[in-house]
């Protein structure tokens, strides 16, 4: 009950965020993105033509009409049809988030996961070669560009000058297996950049919870290294796991499956958003713009949850 | 302390530990020697810094490393040697013969267990009882520390409970296998007066219930008086002087114990003077003078002091060692 209380609370408390964002957005789409007027008219339209055609679309009403009626969708989560491909938008979007998902997911879970493996061994073994190892391996990641990862992958795996075992793009899920080999390259390019930042931040928070007083007191009690680093050192470093893990799901969501999507040629969310920026495809701006602000307040309330979780002393007042 | 036949249980020869650090490698405890017999209870006094607290963890082997080290010297707990003894080993005696209670009660337990959960662990580890079994032990002990309501308290985690509760909990856990000696690392340093005392008297008393020894770490005199009957006083990593309490505060031999005894405040002193402060500063550790660490604070040094370290030699006709080419009559 105390955790529905604050449930809703807090997404109450999201509504001013998600207002801010669909606010700025509009006027960005609105007025400062692409004004289909001459695209739908011929050449040499005369004025009184002009002025119907902005009156057909809506540019003609004053702001605050139009963006009340942009609320209005946002509240009904019905954005109209797509100005491309007249397909409605919520059709367009059930179709595309499962595939982001399904491209998204290994990846976020094997970065975060390997991450969090590497950094407990580079911080058990701080200073010695296998620690330099794994924060160099680190480094690499980080300072490789995505794009170069993924182009190294694919000459690695999907040329003829490499393995030559998957296909170089596109999207298939009818089986499993082929689902693993699409889904690997993009997989792999993804985990190497990630594991870089990732497995840097979690030993640095590793290594400064291997200082804590506990752990020299469970120490002092003979407590054997893997229960102290389970115990003593993981369930402590929770915390900020956690938080990183939470805030990179929105950023993964848009920034990881746009570039991916659009390489790949994969029917995803990112894809569509990708198509939509190009050709200036309003209703579908408008909606990813509100689905991602709200990914925001999710993602932050999953976070102050799960802290709750692994820490007694968080209470959900 | 008499010096019977009998073995000490806890003999410290020689024992020299070191910091690498940027500046350059820190001698934290540097040459020494004490024994602790059955039973007994050893006060380490001396100012913040001096390396009481890295000689109680060597005792554990518990010296972080890196950037610390136990260089050389020997660590004898009934014959074994504990400064040469591999982890596996050393786990072995942590918590169960030997055990450690720390400075800073707040921080001192795992925040994210509860402090039964803690307890059980060791009880489990150390003394092969069910779950069930360590439970009920876990409570019987912390009844013992003086925790009201034990069964309830169990399951608290410590952020629930006050510093000198926490306190409490860790001298319970620190005693509930029953260990022959346990190094208590300034235990009182942290809570507020009247709590100081409770559990000073708590530690005495379960001390002797126990019957183990103690090496009770401690920046305060008046500490000392009330528990030990024999003190070591150490300065810059070494001991200047190791005596009985009864001589310790009659006739302190060593200038700097002087000077410690004299700055214990007393309730028969007027408020408002003035105690006497030894003048000068600690040396730092990095940079120690070639002869005596306390010279440039002594009214007594003179040229020889300043060229060579004196040892710590018994004085003659008394039970009392000191580490200075001048010591008081
Ligand atoms: N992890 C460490 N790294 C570097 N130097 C250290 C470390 N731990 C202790 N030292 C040094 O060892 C010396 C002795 O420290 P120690 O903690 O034993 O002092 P102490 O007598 O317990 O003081 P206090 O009364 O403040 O607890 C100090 O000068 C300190 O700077
Ligand atoms: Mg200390």
């Given at each position: ?9 807090k ?5 001013p ?5 669909t606010?700025?957005s ?7 993105g692409?004004?289909?007027?001459y695209?739908?008219?011929?050449k ?5 033509e ?10 003609d009403?004053p702001f605050?009409?139009r963006y ?6 946002v509240?009904?989560l019905?954005?109209?049809n797509?100005e491309s ?19 998204a ?8 996961l390997?991450?969090?493996?590497l ?6 073994f ?10 160099g391996?680190a ?5 490789i560009?995505f794009?170069?990862?993924i ?6 795996l ?5 393995l030559?075992?998957l296909?170089?793009?596109g999207?298939d ?11 690997t ?9 990630a594991?870089?930042?990732n ?12 200082t804590?007083d506990?752990v020299r007191?469970?120490r002092?009690?003979?407590v054997?290294?893997?229960?102290l680093?389970?115990?003593?050192i ?12 939470m805030?990179?799901?929105p ?17 995803g969310?990112?894809k569509?958003?990708?198509?939509a ?7 579908i701006l ?10 925001f307040?999710?993602?932050?309330l999953?976070?102050d ?5 692994v820490?007694?002393?968080?209470s959900?007042? | ?6 073995k000490?249980l ?8 070191e910091f690498?650090?940027?500046q ?5 405890v ?14 380490l006094?001396?100012e913040s ?11 554990l082997?518990l010296?972080?490393?890196p950037?610390?080290r136990i260089v050389s010297?020997r660590?004898l707990?009934?014959?074994s040697?504990?400064a040469?003894?591999?982890e ?7 918590g ?10 707040m ?17 489990q580890?150390h003394q092969?009882?069910t ?5 009920s032990a876990a409570?019987?002990?912390l009844a013992k ?9 169990v399951?608290d985690?410590?952020h629930?409970?006050s510093g000198?509760?926490r306190?409490?909990?860790m001298i ?13 690392d300034?235990?009182?340093?942290a809570l ?9 008297e ?8 126990f019957?183990?020894?103690m ?7 008046g500490?000392?008086?009330?528990t030990?009957?024999?003190?070591v006083?150490?300065?810059?990593g ?5 005596s ?11 200038p ?9 405040p ?5 408020r ?17 003078p070639?002869?005596c660490?306390f ?14 370290v004196?040892?710590l030699?018994l ?9 200075c080419?001048?010591p008081?009559?």
């Amino acid at each position: 009950m105390e955790v529905l209380q604050y449930i809703v609370r807090k997404l109450i408390a999201g509504i001013p965020l998600v207002l801010g964002v669909t606010l700025i957005s509009f006027v960005l789409i609105v007025y400062f993105g692409p004004d289909k007027t001459y695209e739908l008219l011929g050449k040499n339209p005369t004025a009184e033509e002009i002025a119907e055609i902005r009156s057909q679309l809506g540019y003609d009403q004053p702001f605050t009409t139009r963006y009340l009626d942009y609320l209005r969708e946002v509240i009904r989560l019905e954005f109209g049809n797509s100005e491309s491909t007249d397909e409605k938008v919520s059709s367009i979007l059930a179709r595309t988030i499962p595939t982001s998902l399904a491209l998204a997911i290994p990846g976020f879970i094997l970065g975060n996961l390997l991450g969090v493996m590497l950094a407990l061994v580079a911080a058990y073994f701080r200073g010695y070669w296998i620690d330099k190892f794994i924060m160099g391996f680190a480094a690499v990641g980080m300072s490789i560009s995505f794009l170069i990862a993924i182009i190294g992958f694919q000459i690695l795996l999907s040329s003829s000058d490499g393995l030559d075992l998957l296909p170089v793009r596109g999207w298939d899920t009818s089986t499993p297996l082929q689902y693993i080999r699409y889904v690997t390259v993009p997989t792999l390019a993804t985990v190497f950049v990630a594991l870089g930042y990732n497995t840097r931040f979690y030993r640095a928070v590793i290594v400064e919870e291997m200082t804590r007083d506990h752990v020299r007191t469970a120490r002092a009690f003979g407590v054997p290294p893997a229960q102290l680093f389970y115990r003593n050192i993981l369930k402590n470093s929770m915390i900020p796991i956690v938080t990183r893990i939470m805030f990179s799901i929105p950023v993964i969501v848009i920034s990881g499956s746009l570039l991916l999507e659009s390489y790949f040629g994969i029917p995803g969310v990112g894809k569509v958003t990708y198509d939509a920026i190009v050709t200036g495809d309003q209703p579908i701006l408008k909606a990813v713009v509100v689905l991602t602000a709200v990914l925001f307040v999710v993602a932050q309330l999953l976070a102050d949850i799960c802290y709750r979780i692994v820490d007694p002393r968080v209470s959900l007042k | 302390m008499a010096a019977g036949t009998n073995k000490p249980l806890l003999s410290v020869r020689d024992l020299v530990v070191e910091f690498e650090t940027d500046q350059g490698v820190l001698r934290a405890v540097d040459g020494v020697s004490f024994d602790i017999h059955a039973g007994e209870t050893l006060g380490l006094v001396g100012e913040s810094g001096c390396g009481k607290t890295v000689t109680g963890l060597s005792i554990l082997g518990l010296v972080p490393s890196p950037p610390g080290r136990i260089v050389s010297g020997r660590i004898l707990l009934e014959g074994s040697d504990l400064a040469g003894m591999d982890e596996v080993g050393l786990r072995k005696i942590r918590g169960s013969k030997v055990s450690m209670i720390f400075q800073e009660p707040m921080t001192a337990l795992n925040p994210v267990f509860r402090i039964g959960n803690q307890m059980r662990d060791v009880l489990q580890r150390h003394q092969g009882l069910t779950r069930l079994q360590a439970h009920s032990a876990a409570i019987e002990i912390l009844a013992k520390v003086g925790i009201p309501e034990p069964a309830v308290r169990v399951e608290d985690y410590p952020h629930q409970l006050s510093g000198g509760m926490r306190q409490r909990v860790m001298i319970a856990m620190a005693l509930s296998c029953g260990p022959k000696l346990l190094v208590a690392d300034e235990p009182t340093t942290a809570l507020d007066v009247t709590t100081q005392a409770q559990v000073l008297e708590q530690i005495v008393r379960l001390q002797q219930e126990f019957g183990m020894a103690m090496l009770l770490v401690t920046h305060d005199l008046g500490v000392v008086a009330e528990t030990c009957r024999h003190a070591v006083v150490m300065y810059c990593g070494r001991i200047v002087e190791s005596s009985s309490i009864d001589e310790l505060f009659a006739r302190p031999r060593h200038p700097y114990t002087t000077g410690l005894l004299a700055s214990i405040p007393r309730a028969t002193e007027e408020r408002g003077d003035e105690l006497p402060v030894i003048p000068g500063m600690v040396p730092d550790l990095l940079h120690l003078p070639r002869g005596c660490a306390f010279a440039d604070r002594c009214p007594k040094a003179h040229e020889r002091c300043r060229q060579s370290v004196p040892h710590l030699d018994l004085l003659q006709s008394t039970r009392t060692s000191v580490a200075c080419y001048e010591p008081n009559a």
